[in-house]
C-alpha cells in the first residue's frame, strides 16, 4: 500500500479462479513429483574436479580411475560380488536410520573383495549385506592402507579366506558394526 498526497493506492490483486487454481496445483505437482521421487538415484562419480553420474553401482565401479570418489545415495543397490582393483573412495549416506531420515539408508546387496592394487581404498557409510574380504585369492590379497569406517557389514575377512597368512598392512577399522566376526 502506497499513500500518495493523501489518497491510498492498492495495487490490483490477482484473482484465480478456484478450479484454475486446482489445475495449477496439480500441473505443479505432476512436474515435481517425479524429480524430487528420482532425485536420489543417481551414484556420482567424482575424478578430481569433474563429476559424472550413473544409474547403477556396477556402471559408476567400472568407470572409476584410480583414485576416484563414488558417493552413493539413500537406497539399495545390487553389487554381487564386487572385487576392487584399484585406489577408489566408496562414500554412502549412512547406515543408521536417525541420522539418515533424509536420505535413507544405503544398502549394499552383496560382497566386497578389495585385492592387489586397492591400496589405500576407503569404503564408508553403508550398510553392506555380505563380508569384506581382503583378496579373493592367495596370490591377490596384499593390500595396504584400507580405511573401512562408519559400515555396517556381516564378517572381516583379513584374508581371502579368513584363515590363511596375509601380508595386508595398515588396515584402519573404526566405528563399524561387524555383525559376524573378524578373522
Known sequence: MIVLLNRVFRPP???????????IFIVTGMLFFPAVLFSQSAVTLQRGEQAQ????FTEALA????GDVMYLPGGTFNIGNVIINKKISIVGAGHYPSHTAATGITYLSGSVYLVSG???TMLQGFYLTGDIRLGSTGENQEVHFINISRCSFNDLYLS??????????MISISENVI???IS
Open 53 to 56: 553420474f550413473f544409474s547403477s
Open 13 to 23: 490483486t490477482l484473482m484465480i479462479h478456484p478450479m484454475k487454481a486446482r489445475f
Open 118 to 120: 586397492a591400496d589405500s
Open 160 to 169: 581371502y579366506n579368513g584363515y590363511s597368512e596375509t601380508s595386508a598392512t
Open 179 to 181: 555383525r559376524g566376526g
Open 63 to 66: 568407470a572409476a580411475q584410480q
